[in-house]
C-alpha cells in the first residue's frame, strides 16, 4: 500500500521569508503524480503544485516550487516571500494512473507578521 | 464557471439514523471522487466513479456505505445507521476524464453523529 508521510504537524514563518514543507512516501510503482494542496479554515481544498514522476524538471508555480527526489522518494514544497494568505493547511498527494489521491497528514503552515 | 457543490453543508444525525450527502460536480466532468477527512487528518479516499460506473470502492470502511451516481453527474453517499465514529468532513472531487491530473473539490459535508 500507498503511504504518504509529513512529518512537520506544524510550521511557523515570517513574513516575506521562506519556507520548506517536507513529504515523503512510499510506492513500488514507477509512473505516477504528485500534489501539493492547500486546505484554508474555510475547507475548500485547493491544488497548488502538481509533478509527475516521469519529470525530471521540478514543477514551479510562481512563489510555490518544488524539489522532487525521485530515488529517495521525497517531495518537498518551498514556498517563498510568504505572504499572509498563505496560512493554511497543506497536505502532500500521491496518485498512481486514475486513482484516488493518497494524503498525508498535514502541515499546519503559520504565517507571522 | 460553478464548481463542485456539495449538500448539505452541515449535517448532524443522531446514532442509528441514515444520511444522505450530495455531490454535484463541474458540468462535463466524467470522473468523481468521495473521500473521508476526519478532524485533524487527511482526507482518506472512499470510492470513484467514472461517469455512473463505481470503478473503486475500496475505501468504503463497511458496508454501511454506499455510493452512486446514476446519471453520470450528481453522486450521493449514503451512510445507513451512522455511528460516532462516521463524524467526518466528506469530501467530493471531480476532474475532467481519467487521465486528468487536477481533482477539483467541493467545499465538504460535515457530518456529526450524535
Redesign the interface.
Known amino acids: 500500500a500507498q503511504t504518504v508521510t509529513q512529518s512537520q504537524p506544524e510550521m511557523s514563518v515570517q513574513e516575506a521569508e521562506t519556507v520548506t514543507l517536507s513529504c515523503t512516501y512510499d510506492t513500488s510503482e514507477s509512473d505516477y503524480y504528485l500534489f501539493w494542496y492547500k486546505q484554508p479554515p474555510s475547507r475548500q481544498m485547493i491544488l497548488v503544485i502538481r509533478q509527475e514522476a516521469y519529470k525530471q524538471q521540478n514543477a514551479t508555480e510562481n512563489r510555490f516550487s518544488v524539489n522532487f527526489q525521485k530515488a529517495a522518494k521525497s517531495f518537498s514544497l518551498k514556498i517563498s516571500d510568504s505572504q499572509l494568505g498563505d496560512a493554511a493547511m497543506y497536505f502532500c498527494a500521491y496518485r498512481p494512473g486514475a486513482d484516488g489521491l493518497t494524503f498525508g497528514k498535514g502541515t499546519h503552515l503559520i504565517i507571522q507578521p | 464557471g460553478a464548481g463542485v457543490s456539495q449538500s448539505p453543508r452541515y449535517k448532524v444525525a443522531k446514532r442509528g439514523q441514515d444520511v444522505a450527502l450530495r455531490c454535484d460536480p463541474i458540468s462535463g466532468h466524467v470522473?468523481l471522487?468521495w473521500?473521508q477527512q476526519a478532524l485533524?487528518?487527511?482526507?482518506?479516499?472512499?470510492?470513484?466513479f467514472q461517469n455512473e460506473a463505481q470503478l473503486?470502492k475500496s475505501?468504503l470502511p463497511s458496508d454501511r456505505f454506499f455510493a452512486e451516481r446514476p446519471e453520470g453527474s450528481v453522486s450521493t453517499l449514503k451512510i445507513q445507521r451512522t455511528q460516532q465514529e462516521d463524524s467526518a468532513?466528506y469530501?467530493c472531487?471531480s476532474s475532467l476524464d481519467?487521465?486528468s491530473?487536477?481533482?477539483?473539490?467541493?467545499?465538504?459535508t460535515r457530518l456529526t453523529v450524535t
Not at chain 2, 485533524?40 to 470513484?48: R, V
Open positions: 470522473s471522487f473521500y485533524g487528518q487527511g482526507p482518506e479516499f472512499l470510492t470513484y473503486d475505501g468532513v469530501l472531487a481519467r487521465t491530473n487536477e481533482q477539483y473539490f467541493g467545499p465538504g
